[in-house]
């Protein structure tokens, strides 16, 4: 029998993932370093107009890393099918964003969402990755291409 200690060199990402080489760690912190996180409130009450029943929390990871904002934006418009503006049942002079504007937050944000509380019962909650490639430790991407969500 034969006693033999072995040493191997292991690369270690700011988020603490481990990788055999450097250029797959590399990879990876350049990948994660892009992604950005947005927050959007969607689906108003149209009943009475006392707000949101669901809020999106985004994470975004485009190719051109400058137009997260305009990504967030693309993609709210989309899940409330093109509609910008609804109005308040009974009267037409009480119109309502389909949904805010998708504001910044932080990663910590995205990752401890929390459903708010609307009137009586609780906002329901959706997270996406909108992205080319799937990322692990994230919901599955939505994919962007040619700059279209698709």
Known sequence: ????????EVFIANDGKEF???????????????????????????????GYSAEMYMAINPIASYIHSAYALKHMIGVCKGNVVEYVQGCEHAA???FTVPEPITKEQYENERAGSIG???R????VLL??????GYPDNIKISQGRIV
């Open 20 to 50: 055999m080489n450097e250029k797959e760690c590399k990879e990876y912190e350049a990948l994660k370093s892009n992604i950005k996180y947005f927050k959007s409130f969607y689906s108003p009450d149209l009943t009475e107009g006392r």
């Open 96 to 98: 309502m964003a389909s």
């Open 1 to 8: 029998m034969e006693k033999v200690t072995k040493s191997i």
């Open 131 to 136: 992205s080319d490639n799937p990322i692990n």
């Open 124 to 127: 329901r909650v959706t997270k």
């Open 120 to 122: 009586d019962y609780r």
